[in-house]
T-cell receptor, first 112, second 115 residues
Framework: GNSVTQMEGPVTLSEEAFLTINCTYTATGYPSLFWYVQYPGEGLQLLLKATKADDKGSNKGFEATYRKETTSFHLEKGSVQVSDSAVYFCALKNSNDYKLSFGAGTTVTVRA | EPEVTQTPSHQVTQMGQEVILRCVPISNHLYFYWYRQILGQKVEFLVSFYNNEISEKSEIFDDQFSVERPDGSNFTLKIRSTKLEDSAMYFC?????????????FGDGTRLSIL
């Protein structure tokens, strides 16, 4: 079956620090990969996605590259802001599935 | 930008009572989903719905759960006889299709508390 493993949090950083959140996956077939973000008091928002090997998804300064050889989709941002404080979820979806499979989520707190 | 909206934001119910959680998906979307997140745990898939039928469901989605699209806009999740372990955040989502470039869009969730 499908599974997603994220690095455990919480992660606390200072503004302008570099952020990496590791995500690895197990899946049958060739899944699409996603990062969702949940800001305090809000729902899940799609942050970025990648649909095939070596694709790079990017949005709001965040990037993640679909690495089939290492079954990974690590999220990175070069210079975080206080407004990036949120819970980040890695997720995958097989083409023949309806459901998203989520990782456990990583809480990120950025201090001014 | 169009949004998925969920009501209520917080529902408190006595154990054994029925509860209905409501969602209004994005208007041109055809696929609808429910997920839940028990406090401190992963977001888990419950069910997907297309063309007035359940297209996929998880082991969690037993006979106590049902979904319905009673009119052209609402999508509901009913829990027939709630248990303490049903306490969770419930997320509704919708998508235009199931392709890789048709991602699921989520609502803000309903926090269900069973007493």
């Amino acid at each position: 079956g499908n599974s997603v493993t994220q690095m455990e949090g919480p992660v606390t950083l200072s503004e302008e620090a570099f952020l990496t959140i590791n995500c690895t996956y197990t899946a049958t077939g060739y899944p699409s990969l996603f990062w969702y973000v949940q800001y305090p008091g809000e729902g899940l928002q799609l942050l970025l996605k990648a649909t095939k090997a070596d694709d790079k998804g990017s949005n709001k300064g965040f990037e993640a590259t679909y690495r089939k050889e290492t079954t990974s989709f690590h999220l990175e941002k070069g210079s975080v802001q206080v407004s990036d404080s949120a819970v980040y979820f890695c997720a995958l979806k097989n083409s023949n599935d309806y459901k998203l499979s989520f990782g456990a989520g990583t809480t990120v707190t950025v201090r001014a | 930008e169009p949004e998925v909206t969920q009501t209520p934001s917080h529902q408190v119910t006595q154990m054994g009572q029925e509860v209905i959680l409501r969602c209004v998906p994005i208007s041109n979307h055809l696929y609808f989903y429910w997920y839940r997140q028990i406090l401190g745990q992963k977001v888990e898939f419950l069910v997907s719905f297309y063309n007035n039928e359940i297209s996929e469901k998880s082991e969690i989605f037993d006979d106590q759960f049902s979904v319905e699209r009673p009119d052209g806009s609402n999508f509901t999740l009913k829990i027939r006889s709630t248990k303490l372990e049903d306490s969770a955040m419930y997320f509704c989502a919708s998508s235009e299709g199931t392709g890789s470039n048709q991602p699921q869009h989520f609502g803000d969730g309903t926090r269900l508390s069973i007493l």
